[in-house]
Nanobody, 118 residues
Framework: QVQIVESGGGLVQPGGSLRLSCAAS????????MGWYRRDPGKQRELVAG????????NYADHVKGRFTISKDNAKNAINLQMNSLKPEDTAVYYC???????????WGQGTQVTVLS
């Protein structure tokens, strides 16, 4: 069984920073990519930032480019999301996901709340 453990959410003032961390543990198969998603009430889940673990290619949602940075941790199957210049509209529950490749379902964490005061 695979567990996705997230940490680092919290409450911050506009312009502040937070760092989210995520690691996959347990009987983990090869993970090809990991990413952070958010889901706002009444909306579909959206990708915030993703990274390919072999090679390090990244992609970002337009509204976080230049403010958020996703990176691989030195530990295997672990990533971080550095969130700078936070805005109230960044407030959401952020979920970490690990992609084990085709024909397998992604693994998801429980989510961590990020609140930017308005």
């Amino acid at each position: 069984q695979v567990q996705i453990v997230e940490s680092g959410g919290g409450l911050v003032q506009p312009g502040g920073s937070l760092r989210l961390s995520c690691a996959a543990s347990g009987n983990v198969p090869k993970i090809y990519a990991m990413g952070w998603y958010r889901r706002d009430p009444g909306k579909q889940r959206e990708l915030v930032a993703g990274i390919i673990l072999d090679g390090g290619d990244t992609n970002y949602a337009d509204h976080v480019k230049g403010r958020f940075t996703i990176s691989k941790d030195n530990a295997k199957n672990a990533i971080n999301l550095q969130m700078n210049s936070l805005k109230p509209e960044d407030t959401a529950v952020y979920y970490c996901a690990a992609d084990p490749g085709p024909h397998r379902d992604d693994y998801w964490g429980q989510g961590t709340q990020v609140t930017v005061l308005s």
